[in-house]
């Protein structure tokens, strides 16, 4: 895959509004152990896997509602994050390049990836997923070894903070950390948190 240099963008929760929409359908199945909203779980506990309830463990969830993952009316019914296609043609319009859609997706919904990148008109780009065997441990260390081994990639736009952990200490580019929980940056990386994609168009384009 020949991977042009600029940014690469993640998916979920970068683009796509994938973790709240994700948390009111396991509130629909298997209910919230703390009488919380969608909103309040998301302020939380952040992400999916790290809400204790034991009804929504791996164990529990992966046969009756996992397969909802690779569905492709899930995904076409999944929210874009507001403006980002409109700040996307900001940048590009800005002389900014991107290079790829970097994502933790499993291959298995490529096409579906692909079809609702498309239908939201965000720009076409190659589209690099997870292989189904990399164990959950190990995503971000396969972002990080993608992004080692593609040096032309100098911005990373991405909401988790785990993926700055996973990068090598000398690790030379700007990782645009697009979250709406603060993270205090203890590693050598350079990071530039952003709470909204306005913020970080201005970031990009003052420098
Ligand atoms: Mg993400």
């Not at 952990?165 to 990386?189: G, M, R």
Request: glycine share 2%; hydrophobic share 40%.
């Amino acid at each position: 895959m020949d991977i042009w240099p600029g940014i690469a963008l993640d998916i979920d929760d970068t683009l796509s509004q994938t973790t709240i929409f994700w948390i009111e359908k396991m509130i629909e199945a298997f209910g919230s152990d703390e009488g919380m909203t969608a909103q309040q779980i998301r302020e939380k506990y952040f992400y999916v896997q790290n809400v204790p309830y034991p009804s929504w463990s791996w164990e529990n969830v992966k046969d009756k509602i996992h397969y909802r993952l690779t569905d492709e009316a899930f995904q076409l019914e999944l929210k874009t994050v507001v403006d980002s296609v409109s700040w996307i043609q900001e940048l590009i319009q800005s002389w900014k390049k991107f290079s790829c859609y970097l994502s933790n997706r499993p291959i298995s919904i490529y096409w579906s990836t692909k079809k609702r990148l498309a239908l939201h008109w965000y720009p076409e780009l190659p589209i690099t997923l997870r292989p189904e065997d990399v164990d959950k441990e190990k995503w971000n260390d396969r972002k990080s070894d993608f992004l080692q081994k593609h040096t032309n990639i100098s911005w990373i736009i991405d909401d988790n903070p785990d993926l700055i952990e996973a990068l090598p200490i000398w690790y030379q580019w700007i990782v645009y950390l697009f979250e709406t929980k603060k993270y205090s940056n203890p590693h050598w990386v350079s990071v530039v948190q952003c709470d909204d994609w306005k913020t970080l168009v201005q970031e990009m384009t003052s420098r």
